[in-house]
């Protein structure tokens, strides 16, 4: 499937290539601060401080798949970091204070050949404002898969995603773990980013993997142009798509775009000059004073694809019949980027504000909460920051607020 040779080859593995380079640079680098006082309001530091808990589940129910010299296991490990609200001089999960029936998780997906620190800006903003945040190491997509990383063992990342709400539930059910009622199994959403946000997706709706207690999904800048509208109708998940229009490696006129005709329930975000590396944490490091940040990455894509352009189907996602219209999607820099790209500080600002904001408007505990959140992403958003558009659905009170 030509989209996922985009991702396969794409920007966040090339940046992570060059990681060595950029722990030769020390200064730290943060995302904006918005102008706009509702975009303040959202952007500001949670109440909560923030712990992270490294771990390894294994899910000795699947196995990982043969991959060149690796072969193969009876089991998916999954290197995995939580990062999770506590009280001030608290040692463990925040109590005081937190929602009666605990804190919303978030599953985030990363991108090809990349990591679960990928994310990493996301995870802080919303773990300060009382979410639970997992996001792991998937065996074949990851940097440092064995084999080699390989992009068709996406089919198998939603069973992955299921297996962590399901490590995540049993703890919150488990008196003697430090999470015990700590997590809401009512409130449970999915984002990712380019191959993760293509995970998210089939997580939510694909027909045979996604899981029921997904209640929200958003996909940042993740291929969607093979989703066809029948996709979208097996199941009534809110759905958001956040993405760059100057994107050179998912194309975003195909993907993003398109996205409100073939899912008319869905939202789209849209970023003005925003790449596809911009998502990435270490963008703001690597790619801060590139004058696009796909540029590097799109060299090294264009010959891949010419030496290997018939990739055919991806075994385990179905066809037409599942919604899904296998070997879609245009060749990736094609053209090359000529417009300047957004910083990336400023890229990873606007998701946020998106991202936590969609979430809050199904997640937030008060009505009142949820009605300030679905209001300022509905207009606030775009109103206070003139290089974001955002399309919802005609009847975005219902289908993206949350009842009760």
């Not at 001030?88 to 599953?107: C, D």
């Not at 962590?164 to 015990?180: M, Q, Y």
């Not at 490696?249 to 000059?273: C, Q």
């Not at 599942?322 to 980027?337: E, F, H, I, K």
Request: with cysteine; proline share 7%; aromatic share 8%.
């Amino acid at each position: 499937m030509r989209v996922l040779k985009i991702v396969a080859i794409g920007a966040l593995g090339l940046i992570l290539m060059l990681a060595c380079a950029v722990g030769l640079f020390f200064a730290t680098s943060g995302v904006d601060t918005p102008e706009g006082p509702a975009s303040r309001e959202v952007l500001a530091r949670g109440p909560y401080p923030v712990k992270r808990l490294d771990t390894t589940f294994v899910d000795r129910s699947r196995p990982t798949q043969a991959n060149n010299d690796f072969a193969g296991s009876d089991e998916r490990r999954l290197v995995t970091s939580i990062k999770y609200p506590t009280n001030p001089n608290a040692r463990g999960v925040a109590r005081e204070g937190r929602p009666a029936n605990g804190f919303p998780l978030i599953v985030y997906s990363h991108g090809f050949m990349s990591r679960r620190s990928e994310g990493d800006y996301l995870a802080r903003h919303f773990a300060r404002h009382g979410y639970f945040f997992v996001a792991a190491d998937y065996p074949l997509t990851n940097f440092a898969s064995p084999g080699g990383p390989r992009f068709d063992d996406v089919a198998h990342q939603p069973g992955d995603v299921g297996f962590l709400i399901d490590r995540l539930l049993r703890w919150n059910d488990d008196p003697a773990h430090e999470f015990f009622g700590t997590i809401d199994p009512e409130r449970i959403g999915v984002m990712g980013l380019s191959l993760g946000g293509m995970t998210s997706t089939l997580a939510a709706f694909h027909p045979e993997l996604r899981d029921d207690r997904i209640g929200a999904a958003v996909s940042i800048a993740g291929p969607s142009v093979m989703f066809t509208p029948v996709f979208f109708e097996t199941a009534d998940v809110p759905f958001l798509m956040i993405a760059g229009d100057a994107d050179a490696i998912v194309p975003y006129e195909e993907n993003a775009a398109s996205l409100p005709e073939r899912a008319p329930r869905s939202g789209l975000v849209t970023l003005k000059s925003g790449s596809h590396v911009g998502f990435a944490d270490i963008a703001r490091y690597m790619s801060r004073w590139s004058r696009h940040g796909d540029t590097l990455p799109c060299g090294a894509l264009m010959g891949a694809v010419a030496e290997d352009a018939d990739l055919g189907d991806v075994p385990g996602l179905g066809g037409l019949e599942q919604g899904v219209a296998q070997g879609q999607g245009g060749r990736p820099c094609d053209p090359l980027p000529s417009v300047r790209s957004m910083r990336p500080a400023r890229q990873q600002m606007l998701t946020i504000l998106a991202a936590f904001s969609f979430f809050e408007s199904r997640f937030a505990e008060e009505a009142a909460h949820r009605e300030r959140a679905a209001d300022y992403l509905a207009t606030g958003l775009a109103a206070e920051n003139e290089d974001v558009t955002v399309r919802l659905p005609s009847a975005r009170r219902s289908g993206l607020r949350s009842s009760g």
